[in-house]
């Protein structure tokens, strides 16, 4: 049974930094994509970036383009969100989400391909 847990969420001013990461168990983790959502209250769940199983592509939302980075280390099991220039509206609910396609790049994620969701972590950036 796959398992995504978060961490690293937290309040912050709107200029600062943080980092979330994801730590995935119950299958091999260096061969499947992964992915960070959004969520903030009243809105559909987003797609934010993504990472293809060897970490070498990555998909953004043009909303976080050059602010966030995702990154992976598959020794560690672990997929990364690093935030930075975070603004009010970057609040939200962080999930890490991942599929069931082997060897798969990302690049189509979206809520209806996500089969694993971690429980979320949240976010809040003041002004």
Known sequence: QVQLVESGGGSVQAGDSLRLSCIASGRTFSRYAMGWFRQAPGNEREFVAA???SGTITYYADSVKGRFTISRDNAKNTVYLQMNSLKPEDTAVYYCA???RPYYSGSDYRTEVINYWGQG???TVSS
Request: no cysteine.
């Open 98 to 100: 991942t599929d069931r």
């Open 121 to 123: 972590t949240q976010v």
């Open 51 to 53: 990472i293809s199983s």
